[in-house]
């Protein structure tokens, strides 16, 4: 059983910038293909970014890509996204996610407790 632990969230002033780190345990985080989702009050979970087990492919949603970045390092079994030029919009909890594909929150088998992201205007 994997268990993933989100870590980098905090307040930013718009334009700015953070990095999420996700780190796995219990488990080789190289056997998963991973992503992030994020989740803001009142909103369903939505996914942001993947990447497959060797970081060789990765996806990002529409409303992310340019802005923000997935990469791994599996010899440290960790999982990141940067964050680039963030906007008030972004502001929500961010939960890496691992063991499944696709866009769909219900494909992924394994969860973080998500970590706060909060954007000043």
């Known amino acids: 059983q994997v268990q993933l632990v989100e870590s980098g969230g905090g307040l930013v002033q718009a334009g700015g910038s953070l990095r999420l780190s996700c780190a796995a345990s219990?488990?080789?985080?190289?056997?998963?293909?991973m992503a992030w989702f994020r989740q803001a009050p009142g909103k369903e979970r939505e996914f942001l970014a993947r990447t497959t087990s060797n970081g060789i492919r990765t996806d990002y949603a529409d409303s992310v890509k340019g802005r923000f970045a997935i990469s791994r390092d599996n010899a440290k079994n960790m999982v990141y996204l940067q964050l680039n030029t963030l906007k008030p919009d972004d502001a929500a909890v961010y939960y890496c996610?691992?063991?499944?594909?696709?866009?769909?929150?219900?494909?992924?088998?394994?969860w973080g407790q998500g970590t706060q992201v909060t954007v000043s205007s």
């Open positions: 219990g488990g080789t985080l190289s056997s998963y293909n």
């Open positions: 996610a691992g063991g499944g594909w696709g866009a769909q929150p219900e494909l992924y088998n394994y």
